[in-house]
């Protein structure tokens, strides 16, 4: 893998608006923690709707780069939805078949965004877990090897090199590199791995916080890792991780009503950060927590999540 090569974007128009997202201030917190400003990556604002535009986007077009995916490939991978999306969508931008193995339970927004771009999709039993799909897709690729490019998020390298490149760049410029603490979870790990150790290298002070959900009913797209059979991605990096926070899904589920309450209309896995940025808030005088907005409340629609 050569990291000097860059994708030449200039083609797609519609791909060089990945990233770049505005850094929001979140005033949830003033009234009870007037010493602590609070602020949110505001990624629902990417073309695919969601943070995983960024990682995606890297992982494939440096893959062409590499000369690992041609077209006559299928682009293969597993994704609980917002990664998905982004493969669909960034595969026919470039031109690419798109095939993705995805639990069932699935929101059905993200699963008709993923059709609408017109990508070959294959459903496992949720009664299993995330997990199972990533075993699918493995058992896919190893039957037909020739077949297909398999992006492999949970251990491809350029994952947590897209959020240590720009995410986190654009967070330390954004703050004058004022952030204390920065708040996330682990899906694929490619977020809090890539944002943490660039954060750390610019500041080993500057905290990392993890959202951990509980194992069932869990948060769709954020990992538990808590149990001995969780697959844990081979590019998560724990020990950039400070700190560790529970959050149910009811908690994430509350907090998202709350912030809808304050004209934010985000995802669960947004709600779950934020009541992280709480926990935070509650133990520290004063400091600058950035967290992430991962997608919007809408793709949640046939959930439980609002209703």
Request: net charge negative; charged share 25%.
């Amino acid at each position: 893998m050569d990291n000097s090569k860059v994708f030449d974007l200039s083609p797609y128009p519609l791909l060089q608006q990945i990233g770049q997202t505005p850094l929001v201030q979140v005033d949830l917190t003033r009234d009870q923690f007037p010493g602590i400003e609070v602020y949110a990556k505001a990624e629902m604002l990417n073309p695919g709707g969601s943070i995983k535009d960024r990682p995606v986007l890297r992982m494939l077009t440096q893959a062409i780069l590499d000369g690992n995916l041609t077209k006559d490939k299928v682009i293969l991978d597993s994704s609980s939805g917002n990664a998905g999306i982004a493969y669909a969508m960034i595969g026919a931008v470039l031109g690419y078949e798109v095939e993705l193995v995805i639990p069932e339970n699935a929101s059905q927004e993200r699963k008709k965004r993923m059709q609408a771009h017109n990508a070959n999709m294959i459903f496992t039993d949720a009664v299993h877990g995330y997990d199972e799909a990533l075993r699918e897709v493995h058992r896919r690729y190893h039957a037909l090897p020739e077949k297909y490019f398999m992006a492999d998020q949970y251990k491809n390298e350029n994952n947590w090199r897209a959020h240590f490149e720009t995410t986190a760049v654009e967070i330390l410029r954004q703050t004058e590199g004022k952030i204390t603490h920065f708040v996330a979870g682990v899906g694929t790990g490619g977020t809090i791995t890539g944002v943490g150790r660039r954060l750390k290298e610019f500041n080993p002070n500057i905290q990392i916080c993890s959202i951990v959900p509980d194992d069932f009913p869990g948060i769709e797209g954020l990992k538990p890792l808590g149990r001995p059979e969780d697959i844990v991605p081979e590019i998560y990096d724990d020990s950039v991780v400070d700190v560790k926070l529970p959050v149910t899904i009811d908690d994430a589920y509350d907090m998202c009503n709350e912030l809808a309450r304050k004209g934010w209309f985000v995802g669960q896995s947004s709600g779950a950060y934020m009541k992280g940025v709480y926990d935070i808030a509650r133990e520290i005088r004063e400091g600058l927590i950035v967290t992430i907005f991962c997608d919007l409340g809408e793709r949640y629609f046939s959930t439980r999540l609002w209703d």
